[in-house]
């Protein structure tokens, strides 16, 4: 199936035609993201809050994820299972953990990307690129910025590819972040 989140609701690809999805709320709420996660179940977000719907099932509320955190922006998964949002009132967090307070880092988090070795980054709106330690053992946060070489703070999108390097999509352009190996 083919999901398709637009600012008239959810939508899936059925046969040879677009159907729109039965969510449990009234409006036609603009869908921000969708995710199929590795079980089959879909994550939807929306500027309402967060749903789930698991493998043959209906779609329902995430409890804890409602309309005070302004909107679901990204759902990914880790390889844990793990599944991480982003919103506007916590930049990020995971759903299946609880995100410390001292990792609370205040603004728009756009999409979050889990890279395998330990970290999620999340691409923010203006405040640069977040990089997070999945356990939380350290303290801080550790951000890239145009003040630190990003070529803009209005992140869009990061991805990995197959020799580790990290791909930094921004409004101004591209950033490559190639891991070093210390011998």
Request: negative net charge; hydrophobic residues 40%; without cysteine.
């Amino acid at each position: 199936t083919i999901w398709a989140a637009t600012t008239e609701g959810l939508h899936s690809f059925v046969g040879s035609t677009w159907v729109r999805a039965t969510l449990p709320w009234k409006s036609s709420e603009p869908i921000l993201t969708v995710y199929a996660d590795r079980s089959g179940g879909i994550w939807v977000g929306s500027a309402v809050g967060l749903l789930h719907r698991p493998v043959n099932d209906v779609f329902r509320p995430v409890a804890g994820v409602g309309p005070r955190v302004f909107g679901v922006i990204g759902v990914t998964e880790d390889r844990n299972g793990h599944i991480w949002v982003t919103d506007q009132f916590w930049g990020f967090r995971q759903l299946s953990g609880v995100t410390p307070d001292h990792h609370r880092q205040q603004g728009t988090g756009r999409s979050v990307f889990p890279d395998g070795n330990g970290h999620v980054w999340v691409a923010t709106i203006g405040q640069g690129l977040w990089r997070v330690r999945q356990d939380f053992s350290d303290v801080g946060i550790e951000t890239s910025t145009v003040e630190t070489g990003l070529v803009d703070d209005d992140v869009t999108t990061v991805l990995k590819d197959r020799d580790e390097n990290l791909w930094v999509g921004t409004r101004q352009g591209l950033n490559l972040f190639t891991p070093h190996r210390v011998i």
